[in-house]
T-cell receptor
Framework: NAGVTQTPKFQVLKTGQSMTLQCAQD?????MYWYRQDPGMGLRLIYY???????DKGEVPNGYNVSRLNKREFSLRLESAAPSQTSVYFC??????????????FGPGTRLTVT | KNEVEQSPQNLTAQEGEFITINCSYS?????LHWLQQHPGGGIVSLFM???GKKKHGRLIATINIQEKHSSLHITASHPRDSAVYIC???????????FGKGTHLIIQP
């Protein structure tokens, strides 16, 4: 099992460019998450998907869109990148079920720089 | 919004020492997670707990729900334990996690 995979690992964008970060999991998990990690701050939830076909905003959703393409894949799109979106982005997944807590498995991260 | 505070922020210790990292949070939770992030950046889940105590090898995690406090202990610390340890909580009624800022641990030989 590969677990949670993310592409790309590194990306440099110019302000105003768009891009999509890809995430896939092979553990048949229901829930998937996108977090960002910035120096001096804890990880923060951008969007999550509790099950295939549903998505919800997290703490910092502005400037991002997501798509839960199928049970395996959850992508994060930056429509018009801004320097404030320079960060390390982590995708995670968990078995997930309403009201229950499960361990989360994290991808290796994508380091994004917006100039 | 749940506030998650970790202490200390930085900790340097000698190999073999007993290590304690603390985490406190402000509102009710359904679960608390301890995560480890190595210098390469990857994040690994160490524990998920909602009550009592869990042990895995030299690592022990405890939680006191009434006091809204958890501790992560490392016994017989080793340089390979050097990493950032992150506390995260799932608040009641929430789906995602709220994270502390992490404790940067360095174990010197």
């Amino acid at each position: 099992n590969a677990g949670v995979t993310q592409t790309p690992k590194f990306q440099v964008l110019k302000t105003g460019q768009s891009m999509t970060l890809q995430c896939a999991q092979d553990m048949n998990h229901n829930s998937m998450y996108w977090y960002r990690q910035d120096p001096g701050m804890g990880l923060r939830l951008i969007y999550y998907s509790a099950s295939e076909g549903t998505t919800d905003k997290g703490e910092v959703p502005n400037g991002y869109n997501v798509s839960r393409l199928n049970k395996r894949e959850f992508s994060l799109r930056l429509e018009s990148a801004a320097p404030s979106q320079t960060s390390v982005y982590f995708c995670a997944s968990s078995e997930g079920a309403a009201g229950l807590s499960y361990e989360q498995y994290f991808g290796p991260g994508t380091r994004l720089t917006v100039t | 919004k749940n506030e998650v505070e970790q202490s200390p922020q930085n900790l340097t210790a000698q190999e073999g020492e007993f290590i304690t990292i603390n985490c406190s949070y402000s509102v009710g939770i359904s679960a608390l997670h301890w995560l480890q992030q190595h210098p390469g950046g990857g994040i690994v889940s160490l524990f998920m707990l909602s009550s009592g105590k869990k042990k895995h090898g030299r690592l022990i995690a405890t939680i006191n729900i009434q006091e809204k406090h958890s501790s992560l202990h490392i016994t017989a610390s080793h340089p390979r334990d050097s990493a950032v340890y992150i506390c995260a909580v799932r608040s009641l009624g929430a789906d995602g996690l709220t994270f502390g800022k992490g404790t940067h641990l360095i174990i010197q030989p």
